[in-house]
């Protein structure tokens, strides 16, 4: 019961903190009135149901004030409202006190429940201003995010903790993930009725060849029957692949739909992350001497759950900045023709699939010329060159460390810590921030973040034969670079990117490789970095964007070196999701110790003579590993894939001079890639490898019929009967 009494509390203080504050701007509005009547007369009948005596005779003097007001008695001023807060206060402490401990406000703290009723009750006496209690009460302490909202919403609510809701969306992600897999499935079936269809042509012409040459009537009643059941077939089959496909549209469907829906329950209102800002907001005026109210627009946009928690800190530094720094006192307010409240806004909205928040002021602005003395005055750059700073280069300093316009520290501002925490979070969360400001009209600081954490936008790129993923949010460029454009300063390579020199480092040493480039006339090359500290990351192909969803690594593996979390392709493949400020660690550390090795401009000490490039196929890591290694020590551009459905997709997406594939594999096999690739006719003159096991001479001519060049058992592998073999089919890895 104590704990509903605390969830009821919750929800009917927000209630009445809103409705305090528009009274204060328009003190006889009878909705108001009566919706605070309501939430105080709610709370009273909570508190008598619990025992909670002190809440029952503070809810009850609320409710008699707005009656008060409704009936026109009194017209809550100034201070019936500061009052009215502080009770607000003291009912979320009173919910919010240990069961253990409750007892207490029936004894020794009783005195401050006494002192609010007392004051209450002289200022409704007196039906004007009073002074406030001789002993102010403390602001409620502890308060927990609300559970469930305010009950005009019609909708009932589970507490379910934030563990569960990421296992559910990692779920969710997985399922849309796998319900793809069934579409490169009935593909394959597609062609295995083109194939039936092939044979039943081949069983037409047939019985037609026996017809004309008179041949017994056993054989052509024989081909008949077998036409027959071959049409049977054929026709089951393309039921049965209808089946699937409707099947697979379904799967998708539902796959689709459950998890934007998982999506959706890590998202909450705006409105539920600003709740308190208003209030924050009029005491901090007050304590300045500034009437200033907080306008929210954009209440309903929905907002990531982590996205919202991490805001919170950030806004209030914004929305303290703006009272204490932006707006002016209510004497220079009337002088400037302005209003003598001030306003400051906070907007969300989504817009080209980004959350934009704006906190915007009408005060003072920010004076270009006072930020440039402060800029030199705090040596932090010479006169002269900040004479020709930019306004919005001269505004950039405001988020540095420690930097302030304030000559004297208070207890609200003056320390540079807030526009600096405002920028560390953005940062945590791939966001960014724009300043603009005009002298006397105010300013306006917008936020741009992503819509949630759990899906992120990235570039995915292949490094070393592997997938990874980019986050788009800290890509400054991508670009193929001409090989001819790599420069040597200072024994390092680079190349020139908007004027500026900019260093290249090969990702696969970064990550723990060779640092050789791909194979080409260009390098793709991935741009990171701040603008004054720019690395070219060269990778061995683009893929293309994907949005993916973020999976977070086991955690008893650890910080792991230049990977910040993992996440599933389309087809079910992992994919590693590069923690790009380590990455960028990683490169200035090797290049502080000298051990930055070189992209080669050549791929063979400068022939120009481009590498041959392979292509293992095989689940077996341990064969992958082996045949990759000692084709690479040989000078053969390697790359692998996983199983055959991987192998496929490489196939078709990149250039290779030979196909290395095993048999047994899952999803596809090698029989079934040898095929396609015989059967596309870009493709056919690729020469085919098969490398396996299987060493009897019915499986030697299955893989020959299928269209493989060459037929290696592993049995007899060794490294000479691999390499000459590769010889025979391509010739050397340079020529």
Known sequence: MQEL??????????????????????????????????????LKGAARIVGLDAGVRIAHAMEDCFVAGQGGAIVLGQAHIDLLLRGVDLLTRIANTPEAEITAWEGEKAAEVDAFLATLAALLESAGEAPPPAEPLPPAEGRQPAVADAPESGERFLRVTA???????????????????????????LRLKRLQAETGRALDDLREMLATQAANEPAVAAVAELQQRVGESGRLLGDRLAALETFDSR???????????????????????????PRMVRDLGRDLGKPVRLEVVGEDTQVDRDIMERLDAPLGHLLRNA?????????????????????????????????QIVVSDDGQGIDPERLRAAI???????????????????????????????????????????????????????????????????????????????????????????PYAFSLAYIARTLKLPRDRIEMLEGH?????????????????????????????????????????????????????????????????????????????EDGSPVLIVDIEDMLRSVEKL??????????????????????????????????????????????????????????????????????????????????????????????????????????????????????????TKGSFHDETLLRAVIDLIGEAGT
């Open 376 to 466: 030199v005055a705090r040596k932090l750059t010479t006169e002269p060159v900040a004479a020709r700073m930019t306004e919005a280069e001269l505004l950039e300093f405001l988020f540095l460390p420690s930097f302030t316009m304030k000559e004297t520290v208070t207890d609200i501002s003056g320390r540079g810590v807030g526009l600096d925490a405002v920028q560390t979070m953005l940062k945590q969360v791939r966001g960014s921030i724009r300043v603009t400001a005009a002298p006397g009209k105010g300013a306006r600081f917008q936020l741009q973040l992503p819509l949630t954490l759990s899906v992120m936008r990235t570039l995915l790129v292949d490094i070393g034969g592997e």
């Open 5 to 42: 009494f605390r969830l009821e509390a919750e929800s009917q203080s927000r209630v009445l903190t809103a409705g305090l504050l528009a009274l204060e701007a328009a003190p006889t509005a009878a909705a108001q009135l009566e919706s605070c009547m309501r939430a105080a007369h709610s």
């Open 493 to 569: 390579q680079h190349f020139r990117f908007d004027g500026q020199p900019v260093g290249l480092v090969a990702a696969a040493q970064v990550l723990g490789g060779a640092a050789d480039g791909p194979a080409g006339d260009e390098l793709p090359v991935v741009v990171i970095g701040d603008p004054g500290n720019l690395y070219g990351i060269v990778v061995d192909r683009f893929r293309g964007e994907r949005e993916l969803v973020v999976l977070p690594l086991d955690p008893r593996l650890g910080k792991i070196k230049d990977v910040s979390a993992g996440a599933l392709m």
């Open 163 to 189: 563990d569960n809701l990421d296992r559910l969306l990692g779920l969710a992600g997985e399922s849309l993930v796998e319900s793809r897999w069934l579409k490169p499935f009935s593909e394959s079936l």
């Open 323 to 355: 009272v204490d720094h932006g707006i002016e006192s209510p004497e220079e307010r009337r002088a400037a023709g302005k209003p003598e409240a001030g306003t400051i806004q906070l907007e969300a909205r989504h817009s080209a699939g980004m959350l």
């Open 591 to 712: 290049v502080s110790a000298g051990g930055l090795g070189k992209v080669q401009r050549t791929v063979e000490g400068g022939t120009g003579a481009a590498r041959k490039r392979v292509l293992i196929v095989d689940d077996s890591l341990t064969v992958r590993e082996l045949e990759r290694k000692l084709l690479d020590q040989s000078g053969y551009a390697v790359e692998t894939a996983v199983d055959g459905m991987d192998g496929w997709n490489a196939v078709r997406t990149g250039h290779f001079d030979l196909i290395i594939t095993d048999v047994d594999m899952p999803r596809m096999d090698g029989i079934e890639l040898v095929r396609l690739i015989k059967a596309d006719v870009n493709l056919r003159s690729l020469p085919v490898m098969i490398v396996s096991y299987k060493d009897r001479e019915e499986d030697r001519r299955r893989g020959l019929d299928a269209g493989a060049d060459y037929y290696l």
């Open 251 to 277: 799967s998708t469907d539902l796959a689709q739909r459950l998890y934007d829906e998982a999506l959706s329950c890590r998202m909450r209102p705006f409105a539920d992350g600003v709740r308190a800002f």
